[in-house]
T-cell receptor, first 110, second 112 residues
Framework: QKEVEQDPGPLSVPEGAIVSLNCTYS??????FMWYRQYSRKGPELLMY????GNKEDGRFTAQVDKSSKYISLFIRDSQPSDSATYLC??????????FGAGTTVTVRA | NAGVTQTPKFQVLKTGQSMTLQCAQD?????MYWYRQDPGMGLRLIYY???????DKGEVPNGYNVSRLNKREFSLRLESAAPSQTSVYFC???????????FGAGSRLTVL
């Protein structure tokens, strides 16, 4: 079993829809949780960063962490075609090594 | 503002050939990482260097070697390439005390 599970999709939604992405994990030591966005043929870039449980909002993006259920989510409101990308969850127990999910490919249709 | 620069961007090798992927950063990162990305597998850590002069194995180190030449540069070497090493390789750097990685644009390697 992988340490971090993420449904690879693909996910296709119409413009303006809410996109919901999630990951589950097995390592209870994870404390740092991130979402990276990766456009085609580019390197991943950090989108959201949270520590421990709770919610974090940044514009149209909301990240949620539920450590009791070992479950994290990313919501994209009012999705735009420019949000079409692969979204990778990542998490870490410490300062050094991150574990990544497989990534979910999202297409927002105009 | 180059950030993290990887060379080459593309490479085709024959089985058994060797090559080195180069990575350089100008962001004064303490730690540097090499990942490979394969369809359905996500990013898997090959090797990392927590600080200048140190290197450690990650999740999939077999068939690779690394060198942290100085604070700026971290190279990945394939001594005898195999088709299973066909992948997209990403170098990344980060500051100590933070979990935010800055990635390069990737190097696409095909081994025939």
């Amino acid at each position: 079993q992988k340490e971090v599970e993420q449904d690879p999709g693909p996910l296709s939604v119409p413009e303006g829809a809410i996109v919901s992405l999630n990951c589950t994990y097995s390592n209870s030591a994870f404390q740092y949780f991130m979402w990276y966005r990766q456009y085609s043929r580019k390197g991943p870039e950090l989108l959201m960063y949270t520590y421990s449980s709770g919610n974090k909002e940044d514009g149209r993006f909301t990240a949620q962490v539920d450590k009791s259920s070992k479950y994290i989510s990313l919501f994209i409101r009012d999705s735009q075609p420019s949000d079409s990308a692969t979204y990778l969850c990542a998490m870490s127990p410490n300062d050094y090594k991150l574990s990544f999910g497989a990534g979910t490919t999202v297409t927002v249709r105009a | 503002n180059a950030g993290v620069t990887q060379t080459p961007k593309f490479q085709v090798l024959k089985t058994g050939q060797s090559m080195t992927l180069q990575c350089a950063q100008d962001m004064n990162h303490n730690s540097m990482y090499w990942y490979r990305q394969d369809p359905g597998m996500g990013l898997r850590l090959i090797y990392y260097s927590a600080s200048e002069g140190t290197t450690d194995k990650g999740e999939v180190p077999n068939g690779y070697n690394v060198s942290r030449l100085n604070k700026r540069e971290f190279s990945l070497r394939l001594e005898s390439a195999a088709p299973s090493q066909t992948s997209v390789y990403f170098c990344a750097g980060k500051f100590s005390g933070a979990n935010v990685l800055t990635f390069g644009a990737g190097s696409r390697l095909t081994v025939l």
